[in-house]
Nanobody, 119 residues
């Protein structure tokens, strides 16, 4: 079974930028949406950060609009998250998600990458 491999997290000062990448270790078929979620320390659930569908529709959380940009490379099944003007409240573990359809929806998740924004 394919796994998602994330990279690009780290420590940055407020106002800085980071770029996250996520690619599968194997081939994933019937992909519909690719996106990013995050979970802050002590948070009870993952929140949607940004998602892009196969048709190109994009949705962002209100808190990141105008600062974050999601993109995907369909040929490589890779999804990126460019994060600019980072704020301390963006500190969280960021998880890559790929949703595929095999008669029913199936979600792939990455292992998570830590993003820490210092004030």
């Amino acid at each position: 079974q394919a796994q998602l491999v994330e990279s690009g997290g780290g420590l940055v000062q407020a106002g800085g930028s980071l770029r996250l990448s996520c690619a599968p270790s194997g081939r994933i078929f019937n992909i519909n949406a690719m996106g990013w979620y995050r979970q802050a320390l002590g948070g009870t659930q993952r929140e949607l950060v940004a998602v892009i569908t196969g048709g190109g529709s994009i949705n962002y959380a209100d808190s990141v609009k105008g600062r974050f940009t999601i993109s995907r490379d369909n040929a490589k099944n890779t999804v990126y998250l460019q994060m600019n003007s980072l704020k301390p409240e963006d500190t969280a573990v960021y998880y890559c998600n790929v949703r595929a359809f095999y008669g029913s929806w199936y979600d792939y998740w990455g292992q998570g990458t830590q993003v820490t924004v210092s004030s």
